[in-house]
């Protein structure tokens, strides 16, 4: 068969009738028949090609397919059959849907194999591998990030250097103890300084000054400033290493830091010069009423919870069942509030003195809270306030699912995304030791011969294989058979 060039069943000229032909493909030990009428509807395919390949002779044929039997007309692919029964779909339907439980990305490189257009691709599955590749470009940043912080460019200036050592300092607390240490610090701090809010407004704890007033313990306010001193260190320190600084400035979690800064600064400023500028009591106003600004320092706390980081995000997925949760309330409150308004009208003691009015009871109502102070008197008006409540408890509960669903999602996808980033770093680790293996080649080679190869020796000839190559960390081409699984 080596030495053949033209194959059984060729015409002289080294053509077919293609609309007649018929071809056997056998993918992963699953073998399937087309026709050429089916495949020529997309010749730019590899299926399409193979009906053309055989005037071509051995080069031809076996540039398109990994084997050929001339006897049977039948083609030979290590491929994934489960990925080729789905592709085929677009001869027949024109469009192709992927299988549930095949990789995204593999079913991809599935297709630019086998040379169909991912514009076949039904819409719904272009969403999972849209999210499979965002995976994966995260898992590359975060990887990219890691490899960054353990690299010293020798090239770069000693400020240079010392600004990417502040950044990873005060940033990235799991790349040192000492880094760790100054987390908990900052933790610590913004806690003492929220319990010092608290504490100074207990009459019992201030002090009234020479005119009556009554201000804060000196104590309470030197912890406050030494707190201060704290966060605008640490704010300043952060400002002056950040590789981007209006990135820095604009970023959400910063403006929080500036915002529990800033009051203090503002009233400082105000109690000391503002005296000049306008009468004392406009000035204890404006600093009393900057004072409670304080409450942003809270918000702090997300920079060193990943608790509050995933409730946010959960919180900004679930934008939608929010947005219905408030018309299902506002609704409510409408219709809720005028009935009980029409229907309380007849009693002569009733609280309900106008529908803008009764828009706090249904509030209150519907949400469960019932203050009591507004509550109806009349037999329809109850009815109406139970009828209200059941719809309340049943508008809040609908959209908590969804929400919960999005907060474990992201949990469980941060959770795997930081699996994946250590496996990628492993690999490279067994990748360059596998290099350094392969410079002791020849010593090894003569202690297998001499059968003193223990497993020691031979796990370190073993190559290591990621299924889960990240292509944006290497230009170099990786292909994957049918036999690899994907993770």
């Known amino acids: 068969m080596a030495g053949d060039s033209r194959f059984p069943d060729v015409d002289a000229d080294g053509s077919e009738k293609n609309e007649e032909t018929e071809i056997v493909v056998n993918v992963g030990g699953v073998r399937q028949v087309f026709y050429g009428d089916n495949l020529n509807q997309y010749p730019e395919t590899r299926l399409a090609e193979l009906i053309n390949c055989l005037s071509g002779g051995y080069d031809s044929i076996f540039s398109l397919c990994d084997d050929y039997d001339p006897g049977k007309r039948e083609f030979y692919f290590d491929r994934d059959p489960d990925a080729f029964k789905c592709i085929i779909d677009v001869y027949y339907f024109g469009e192709i849907h992927m299988k549930k439980g095949i990789c995204p990305i593999c079913f991809k490189n599935e297709m630019e194999f086998w040379k169909v257009d991912l514009k076949f691709l039904d819409d719904c ?23 960054d912080d353990l690299g010293v460019d020798a090239s770069q200036s000693r400020w240079k250097r010392c600004q990417k050592c502040i950044w990873k300092f005060l940033e990235k607390p799991e790349s040192s103890y000492p880094a760790r240490v100054i987390a908990v610090l900052s933790f610590l701090f913004i806690l003492i300084s929220s319990i010092v809010m608290c504490v100074g407004t207990i009459p019992d704890l201030q002090i009234v000054d020479a005119e009556g007033n009554r201000m804060e313990h000196p104590t309470l306010d030197s912890i406050e400033t030494a707190c201060i001193g704290w966060f605008t260190m640490e704010y300043v320190l952060r400002l002056i290493s950040s590789p981007n600084k209006l990135h820095f400035a604009l970023s959400f979690m910063n403006i929080v830091d500036v915002l529990a800064i800033l009051p203090f600064y503002v009233s400082l400023t105000l109690t000391h010069l503002g005296a000049k500028l306008m009468e004392l009591s406009n000035v204890q106003q404006a600093v009393q009423a900057l004072r409670i600004m304080r409450i942003a320092r809270i918000f702090k706390l997300a920079r060193h919870s990943s608790g509050l980081q995933t409730l946010t995000y959960a919180l900004k ?13 506002a609704v409510g409150i409408f219709v809720f509030s005028a009935l009980g308004y029409t229907m309380e009208q007849s009693h002569p003691e009733t609280l309900f003195k106008s529908i803008p009015q009764s828009f706090w009871w249904a509030i209150i109502t519907m949400t469960t809270v019932g203050y009591g102070d507004i509550y109806p008197k009349t037999t329809l008006g109850k009815l109406n306030a139970a009828i209200s409540f059941l719809c309340g408890v049943i508008a809040i509960a609908l959209p908590i699912h969804p929400i919960i669903n999005n907060f474990v999602r992201y949990y469980n996808k941060q959770r795997v995304l930081e699996t994946a980033a250590k496996h990628e770093l492993e690999l490279m680790e067994l990748n360059s030791a596998e290099g350094k293996a392969t410079s002791s080649k020849n010593e090894l080679e003569d202690l297998a011969r001499e059968g003193k190869e223990g497993p020691l020796h031979s796990s370190r000839l073993k190559v290591s294989h990621s299924d889960t190559f990240i292509h944006l960390l290497s230009e170099e081409k990786h292909y994957r058979t049918r036999l690899q699984s994907c993770k």
């Open 317 to 329: 997925r679930s934008f939608k069942e929010l947005g219905l949760l408030l018309m299902y309330l």
């Open 125 to 147: 599955c272009k969403t999972h591998l849209s999210e499979k590749k965002e995976e994966l470009e995260e898992i590359a940043r975060r990887v990219q990030l890691i490899l």
